[in-house]
């Protein structure tokens, strides 16, 4: 168990829906991120916030939206789905921003449109 | 960060080490190696990381060559259930916060 909880494990919508993704960090880290993996593009980063605000921006759509909230929990919000859209994302979570400190990943969201 | 090679699968005997290689020629001096699995579309695990110096954990062994150009993670006695994707990455260790660039990995296959 990594201790980032991510909620939630499966969802299935249409496409031109829009669903929000959450996720909560280990117990005392700062930093989220978020990676999407689709069967022919491999783990791609998404997007990272640290203490609130964003640090770093991957290759997220423009559809695609995130905050982390004061509490640390983190939300991935996907708007006008497209069958594209239908991989695993997945939450990761590091006591800092700092490139040195591993992070840790969730379990993953499997989003599925249909 | 570094570009790294790995082979794309390899098969271990029950109860054998497994050696898994990384190349990573490219490797800058403030750059860690990092090695992570990912089991069945589960979210990857963490192992091991290093700098310059060999790292052992409850999990694995991290062997950097001398000149960095090229590591090795070593499960000690690999079971069925290490049977996953691995996965080495090159990342720097200061400045900026940066996100973790996966390759291909290795499919390690730990066969009965």
């Known amino acids: 168990d990594s201790g980032v909880t991510q909620t939630p494990k499966h969802l299935i919508t249409a496409t031109g829906q829009r669903v929000t993704l959450r996720c909560s960090p280990r117990?005392?880290?700062?930093?989220v991120y978020w990676y999407q993996q689709s069967l022919d593009q491999g783990l791609q980063f998404l997007i990272q916030?640290?203490?609130?605000?964003?640090?770093a921006k991957g290759n997220i759509l423009e559809r695609f939206s995130a905050q982390q909230f004061p509490d640390l929990h983190s939300e991935l919000n996907l708007s006008s789905l497209e069958l594209g859209d239908s991989a695993l994302y997945f939450c990761?979570?590091?006591?800092?921003?700092?490139?040195?400190?591993?992070?840790?990943f969730g379990d993953g969201t499997r989003l599925s449109i249909l | 960060d570094a570009k790294t090679t790995q082979p794309p699968s390899m098969d271990c005997a029950e109860g054998r080490a497994a050696n898994l290689p990384c190349n990573h020629s490219?490797?800058?001096?403030?750059?860690?190696v990092y090695w992570y699995r990912q089991i069945h579309s589960q979210g990857p695990q963490y192992i091991i990381h290093?700098?310059?110096n060999n790292e052992t954990n409850e999990m694995a062994s991290l062997i950097i060559t001398e000149d960095r150009k090229s590591s090795t993670l070593i499960l000690p006695h690999a079971t069925l259930r290490d049977t996953a994707v691995y996965y080495c990455?090159?990342?720097?260790?200061?400045?900026?916060?940066?996100?973790?660039?996966f390759g291909s990995g290795t499919q390690l296959t730990v066969l009965p």
């Open positions: 290093g700098l310059k």
């Open positions: 916030y640290y203490n609130g605000e964003e640090r």
């Open positions: 117990s005392g880290d700062l930093s």
């Open positions: 990455i090159v990342r720097v260790f200061s400045g900026s916060a940066r996100q973790l660039t």
């Open positions: 490219t490797i800058s001096g403030n750059e860690y």
């Open positions: 990761a979570s590091s006591s800092t921003g700092g490139a040195g400190q591993p992070q840790h």
